[in-house]
């Protein structure tokens, strides 16, 4: 049913003048996906300033039954941000509540609202000498609400973790407008069940989160930043047991790319370019970091390299040798996604298993997808140091893009049906939003979904949270 045109100005009045957009052209980028897999419609976009603005939408829109679909940066993978077509639900984006409200460098910690984007809370970390961990393509527009709300993963998880782990505590409007002032500062609180991790990754099904108390860290002093040739994926998992050892654990970044991910960012990207004189087939960008100014990391990291490159695990290897150059190898990583949606349609895979079991995993994977299409253009590619590979495909060159995709659905379950057989995810770091909600009926096992049901009707029992999301 279309929302009221009486309850409509109740909401334009919680947020004031300043608070809302309602003309289409203004609420346009709201309704479509990052990727453009949906199309949505909504009447109005509140841009509440607080808490308690969040609390009061939520509060009559629970008493109304509308829908609320909460939105960050709108970087999702899946859909879950934009709201649904019939025009019935309202989009709350929390842009304008980007304050960092404390900063605490001996505890390791800050506090920071849910609109901030990411960088900003990098830098605020980094103006007192401290790291925030968190670090992905997206980082210059996706917000820490979304992040938090995705549980999103990136390029230093295999050294820092998720989103999930850098949490020590939240501030969460409930859906029927309750605020939970979990911001807890402490890294020890043993006292009953661990409610942040219930919103963590919810992607705002169970509420809205406002503020998060984030954990920090000792900021890299000294950082070295290779790119390798390497023989094969194999190769790779032996050169990042061998870094992890050598360094004591300060890999923080270990990248996988396959020789098609660079042509496709040489191709499509301007100011790219190989690192190489000649083309390999696979290759690795890794990063090692320390606090301390003595670690002879570049000693360790050279000395490895040589003796691997003897061995003939890695085929070359350049250390970025400056700032520029460094920047240049982390812009043929980065660049990947931008790479393959410019070169035309793709299906996209974002998976996990173990990390020894992926040289393997790769091998039977690539052999199931040439089998089901010949000519289609296979892209394993990411975050190998922590098992989670976004396993892409291309339209075959000069095939037909709608016939490409027409056979997604196929192509994805013979995928997942594989990811399980190896215990892995079908969805490692990108959620499930719209877009995989029959993936998790499918794969998640049966009492997880039953609690998840039980979760979600306590919390939200008129359904009014991002409906037609995850569940
Ligand atoms: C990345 O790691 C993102 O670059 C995007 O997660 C993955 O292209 C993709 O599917
Ligand atoms: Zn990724």
């Known amino acids: 049913m279309a929302i009221r045109a009486s309850i409509l100005d109740e909401l334009r009045r919680i947020v004031g003048p300043a608070g809302y957009l309602d003309q289409p052209s203004d609420i346009e980028p709201y309704t479509i996906d990052h990727r453009r897999l949906y199309r949505g419609a909504t009447p109005l976009v509140l841009r509440p300033q607080s808490t308690e603005e969040v609390s009061r939408i939520l509060r009559l829109c629970n008493e109304e039954r509308i829908g609320v679909v909460p939105i960050g940066g709108n970087t999702s993978y899946c859909g879950g941000a934009t709201p649904s077509a019939d025009g019935n639900q309202i989009v709350v984006s929390l842009a304008r509540m980007r304050r960092i409200r404390s900063i605490d460098p001996d505890n390791f910690t800050l506090i920071a609202e849910a609109g901030c984007v990411l960088q900003e809370v990098q830098e605020a970390a980094a103006a007192v000498d401290r790291l925030f961990p968190l670090s992905l393509g997206s980082e210059g527009s996706c917000q820490l609400g979304g992040n938090l709300s995705t549980n999103a993963g990136g390029t230093a998880v295999l050294r820092y973790g998720m989103m999930r782990d850098l949490v020590l505590g939240l501030e969460v409007v409930l859906p029927d407008g309750r605020i939970w002032d979990g911001l807890s500062q402490l890294r020890k609180d043993n006292t009953g069940y661990d409610l942040r991790n219930l919103f963590i990754g919810a992607e705002g099904t169970l509420g809205i989160i406002t503020a998060a108390s984030c954990k920090l860290f000792s900021r890299p002093r000294e950082l070295i930043t290779a790119f390798a040739a390497v023989a094969d994926p194999s190769a790779a998992v032996t050169l990042l047991s061998r870094l992890r050892a050598a360094t004591g654990d300060a890999v923080s970044t270990f990248e996988l790319i396959p020789r098609f991910g660079l042509d496709l960012v040489i191709r499509h990207v301007p100011g790219t370019s190989d690192p190489f004189d000649e083309a390999h087939s696979w290759y690795v960008l890794t990063e090692v ?57 793709s299906i996209k895979h974002d998976i996990s298993v173990p990390t020894s079991a992926l040289p393997r995993f790769i091998e039977e994977a690539s052999a199931m997808l040439n089998s089901l299409v010949p000519d289609a253009r296979i892209l394993p590619y990411g975050h ?69 049901r039980a979760i979600k009707q306590t919390l939200d029992p008129n359904g009014i949270m991002n409906p037609g999301k995850v569940l």
């Open 289 to 345: 970091s320390s606090a301390r100014t003595d670690s002879e990391l570049r000693e360790i990291i050279e000395r490895e390299l040589f003796a691997a490159i003897e061995n003939g695990t890695v085929r070359d290897a350049v250390i970025a040798q400056n700032e520029a150059q460094r920047e240049a190898f982390w812009r043929l990583r980065e660049s990947i996604p931008e790479g393959q949606r410019l070169e035309g349609a």
């Open 384 to 452: 190998l140091g922590d098992g989670n590979l976004h396993f892409n495909l291309s339209v075959p060159v000069g095939g037909d893009a709608a016939q490409f995709m027409a056979r997604a659905g196929q192509i994805h379950s013979a995928m997942y049906d594989l990811v399980a057989r190896y215990g892995g995810s079908f969805s490692a770091e990108h959620g499930i939003g719209q877009l995989k909600r029959t993936e998790l009926a499918r794969y998640k096992h049966p009492v997880a979904l039953e609690v998840m």
